[in-house]
Nanobody
């Protein structure tokens, strides 16, 4: 059974930093593009950042220069380092694994809440 377990959310002041972690099942991690999506209250879920097994990254324009996605293949874990956080970054952040070997196959974590507020 594939599992994605997120951690690291919380309350932070504007300008602060947080690091999110997502531990994935070994069976899916090495063959998936891993990503972070977010959903703010009253809005649709949107891409924050993704990373392929080969290290290619993609960022939403709104987070470029502030967020960094990385993956530790030995730990089957993907991270999202978030710096210079803004109130508009407040959202539930979801870990996503999109299989690169099985068509139309992806998995989601349950989400972790990030609140940026003074």
């Amino acid at each position: 059974q594939v599992q994605l377990v997120e951690s690291g959310g919380g309350l932070v002041q504007p300008g602060g930093s947080l690091r999110l972690s997502c531990a994935a099942s070994r069976s899916i991690f090495s063959v998936s593009a891993m990503g972070w999506y977010r959903q703010a209250p009253g809005k649709q879920r949107e891409l924050a950042a993704t990373m392929t097994p080969g290290g290619r990254t993609n960022y939403a324009d709104s987070v470029k220069g502030r967020f960094t996605i990385s993956r530790d293949n030995a730990k089957n874990t993907v991270y999202l380092q978030m710096n210079d956080l803004k109130t508009e970054d407040t959202a539930v952040y979801y870990c996503n694994a999109r299989s690169l070997v099985k068509t139309a196959t992806e998995y989601w974590g349950e989400g972790t809440l990030v609140t940026v507020s003074s």
